[in-house]
Nanobody, 115 residues
């Protein structure tokens, strides 16, 4: 099992930027898929961005062109650069990682975008 720790959330005005980071307890080179979900109050958890099995990236339509997913295998981290933030992006953001058929989740980090 891999442990994930998120950081970088906070309060930002609309149009601003935040960078979320997810540090894994194991070498992420062996992790098949990894990325970020988010959950707003009253809503289901939704995929924001994730690496695919082929090494590509999937983005939710609502964040395409604004969010960028990246990884640093040497530091065992996955990051989400979020630009042009909107109030609708307000949510708890969760990092996930799939390893050996099991999905691990981080504890979540709050992102609040004020209008």
């Amino acid at each position: 099992q891999v442990q994930l720790v998120e950081s970088g959330g906070g309060l930002v005005q609309a149009g601003g930027s935040l960078r979320l980071s997810c540090a894994a307890s194991k070498n992420i080179f062996s992790i098949t898929t990894m990325g970020w979900y988010r959950q707003a109050p009253g809503n289901q958890r939704e995929l924001v961005a994730g690496f695919t099995l082929g090494g590509g990236r999937n983005y939710a339509d609502s964040v395409k062109g604004r969010f960028t997913l990246s990884r640093d295998n040497a530091k065992n981290t996955v990051s989400l650069q979020m630009n042009s933030l909107k109030p609708d992006d307000t949510a708890v953001y969760y990092c996930y990682a799939d390893l050996g058929g099991t999905r691990a989740w981080g504890q979540g980090t709050q992102v609040t975008v004020s209008s």
